[in-house]
Every structure is written in C-alpha cells, then in structure tokens.
C-alpha cells in the first residue's frame, strides 16, 4: 500500500503528539498520525523531552509509542514520571511471554507480517501452564480475564467482525527483546516452579 507523502507546510506536530500521548501509534490503523510522524521525528523528540519522554519509532515494524527517560537518581529536578509503570499479574507476565514466542516463530516460519490467533490457540497455549484443577471454568475465566488484560495494555487487539480472533500486536518486541526471549526456557521453568508453589 502506498501512502501520499504529506508536505511540510500540512504536517501538524499537535496531531502526533496527541496520538502519541493517547498510546502506541500503528501504520496500519493510524494512517494519518502515522504519515506525519515519519516526517517530524525530529520536532517530536524535541518537544517529548521536556516533558521527560523520549519517543520510539520502529518504521520497519510500523509502531510508535512513547516512554519516560531513565530516571537520575541523583538528579534532585528530574522530572517526575508522565508514563505510570504497569505492574503485571503472574498470569499477564506468562501470556505476553507465549505470545512473544509465538511472534518470534512466526517471524522465523516467514508466515507473513501479522499475528492472528484464535481464543482457542490462546486458552490451549495458556492451559498447560495452569494449575490442575477439576474446576474448568474457573481456569478458562481467569485466562479471559487476562486475555482482555493483554487487550487493554495494547499487546493484543480483538479483530473486528471476527469473533474470538486477536492479533499479536509487533510493539511486544520492543517490550520484551531478543535477549530476553533467548532466556525464555529458563523463564518458563521459573513458570512452573512457581506454579508448583501455588499448588
């Protein structure tokens, strides 16, 4: 798909930042923010600075998000944090770990840019790191629960008119990077043991 190219006398830096300050700009569903921030990077580092903020753009993925400076801890008029850390649940940590490995695969297997998958592939991926539990409906309940957890941070999106359909979101890969999906086995073993603990 090719885009028109805006001219410098219509870009409005107003209408990137909002977009930004909203959440995760994508090429494919913020077609217009998106056309305008590829231009004015640059203006939009500037001004995200003084709010203590750096911004992140990955044209080849096609995402933009933006996130707080590293804090100075012996900088007494450091600004203080615009972008709240998320503190994340066991069960959200555990899913945005298969979904990252699901990506990767993906990316390896050549199966085109977008991640779909069904609400079923996710229950089954979640289901065998899940306690044993005689109560079914319990377990699947707390997987949709964290389903629609991953939904709300941005990491996946329900498809439109597709029931039960999500797609894998690419921003995961610049929250959980190579080097840290290169220790995933020994993380999956901290998974289970800590699930060993639980029961």
Request: no cysteine; hydrophobic share 40%; glycine share 4%.
């Amino acid at each position: 798909m090719t885009t028109r190219t805006v001219s410098r006398d219509e870009l409005s830096l107003p209408l990137v930042v909002t977009h930004l300050m909203k959440g995760v700009v994508y090429r494919d569903t913020h077609e217009k923010a998106w056309q305008h921030l590829v231009q004015l990077v640059p203006r939009v580092s500037d001004y995200v600075a003084t709010l203590g903020l750096i911004v992140v753009v990955d044209e080849s993925e096609g995402y933009a998000f933006l996130r707080s400076k590293p804090e100075d801890p012996d900088d007494d008029d450091s600004i203080p944090r615009l972008i709240p850390r998320h503190a994340l649940s066991f069960h959200s940590s555990l899913l945005l770990a298969l979904l990252r490995k699901k990506l990767a695969e993906s990316d390896a297997a050549d199966d085109g840019y977008r991640l779909i998958l069904s609400r079923d592939q996710i229950l089954d991926t979640m289901l065998m790191f899940m306690p044993t539990s005689s109560n079914e409906a319990k377990i699947t309940d707390q997987i949709d629960r964290t389903i629609s957890k991953v939904v709300d941070l941005g990491f996946l999106r329900r498809m439109p008119k597709q029931d039960n359909q999500f797609e894998v979101r690419r921003v995961l890969k610049a929250f959980v990077d190579g080097q840290w999906l290169s220790e995933f086995d020994a993380r999956l073993a901290d998974y289970a043991a800590e699930l060993q603990e639980r029961q």
